[in-house]
């Protein structure tokens, strides 16, 4: 069982950069898969970007070359450096873990973080 703990969020201003982290534990053989997601208040939850155990990473179309994953295998941690934060970024988001083969989908991640909120003001 994965728990996964994301911290870095905060209010910026329009322009701005922000850098999440996701603290993992319980990693095993079966987690294939790690991304970034976002839900706003009343709107679908939207999958932003993944990376796999190899290090191949994934993007929604509207946040490649803004936002970039990255994870520090050693330290059980999952990146996301976001720039150029724009007010529809403002959300919760979360880190979260998939146990399925594959990282190029948006399903089967089964393992959610508490979340960590960005405004973009």
């Known amino acids: 069982h994965v728990q996964l703990v994301e911290s870095g969020g905060g209010t910026v201003q329009a322009g701005g950069s922000l850098k999440l982290s996701c603290v993992g534990s319980g990693f095993s053989y079966n987690t294939y898969c790690m991304g970034w997601f976002r839900q706003a208040p009343g709107k679908k939850r939207e999958a932003l970007a993944s990376i796999d155990n190899d290090g191949y990473t994934n993007y929604t179309d509207s946040v490649k070359g803004r936002f970039t994953i990255s994870k520090d295998v050693a330290k059980n941690t999952l990146i996301l450096q976001m720039n150029g934060l724009k007010s529809e970024d403002s959300a919760m988001y979360y880190c979260?873990?998939?146990?399925?083969?594959?990282?190029?989908?948006?399903?089967?991640?089964?393992?959610w973080g508490q979340g960590t909120q960005v405004t973009v003001s």
């Open positions: 979260a873990a998939r146990n399925l083969p594959g990282c190029n989908a948006w399903s089967g991640f089964n393992d």
